[in-house]
């Protein structure tokens, strides 16, 4: 048997119907460049969210940029990001010439040390960025905690909620990516901003459009940063089925949870499961195991970005952040998507169960 890390064709024979004639209706009208598609898609993932605006962008690494730029933040000023998450991040961060600040994560849930961000902060930090990874969302007080702007990196917790609050929708701006693979996916690159301040939505407009408040009149140097309209008609169309394929994701976490003999370490807490990771003390030699077993995983992620040489002039080394560098060597994840069958679960744990050893 086989069973690929997502299975994205799966997905797309669901929706084909409907996907395919949005696809033909924009190009039909030619209207590829923002315009109605996009604000559609923007008024429905705002009102999806629970944030008053939604700005479409090109992907969740320019999202993230561009809501650091928006909310005013320049060279040489700090950014908390957590040492464990997409390198995208932290890249953001170096983009507009400010420096990452790196912080531990928490061994248990592997998100952003929240104590420990609250230390890193002194007279030259201008802003945090929480991670919501794996679909596992920071906890909104947590959120609140800071006396800075929190930039929420949202790409891989689309729909999952907190005391009520949508990843999102808590700090001053939320950012998402729809790559394809994403909870919520494009067919290509594709990400969004979302926010409730009206002044900063504005900024981000221009931002992502060469500055321009009407066609050649340029107020500030922005870029070409737009969501294409063939992107947000394929996202209008699946949006509305995020709900029910996040559920779909948590009956098959729920079945990974129950399942996995005792001493493999498992997810803990709500999530819309983006990736289901596991922690085991044989983590390189399992994954081997499998793979030779038809079994597609995944590392999330192999090098914490202080020991990634694209960041070297930060001086992060070896045992400067201990909880993510353990995790970095243990952690597995697992076949997830909407649409990975009961055989295929039934087949990963079986092998999982046999190979893998106890942290
Ligand atoms: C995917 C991802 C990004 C980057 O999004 P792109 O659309 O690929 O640029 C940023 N942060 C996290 C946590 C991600 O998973």
Redo the contacts with the bound molecule.
Sequence with gaps: MNVPFVDLQAEFREVDGEVSAAIRNVVQKGNFVLGPEVEGFEEAFARYVGSSCCIGVS????A?RMALEGIGISAGDEVIVPVN??V??ALAVTAIGAVPRFVDSVDESFLLDIAKAHEAVNSRTRAVIP?H?YGRMVAAEDLASFDLPVIE?A??AHGQDCQGRRAGSVGRAGCF???PS?NLGAYG?G?AITTSDEELRDRLRLLRNYGQSRKYHHEIKGGNHRLDAIQAAVLRVKLKSLDRWNQCRRAAAAYYTNHLKDGISRPTGESVYHLYVIRVGNRDRLQGKLAEAGIDTGIHYPVPLHLAPCFKELGGRQGDFPVAERAAREILSLPMSPFITSEQQEYVVEKVNKWGEPV
């Design positions: 992907s969740g690494t320019d993230l998450t997409f995208a991040t991670v990874l990196d790409a891989q990516s729809f790559y994403k690159d990400g």
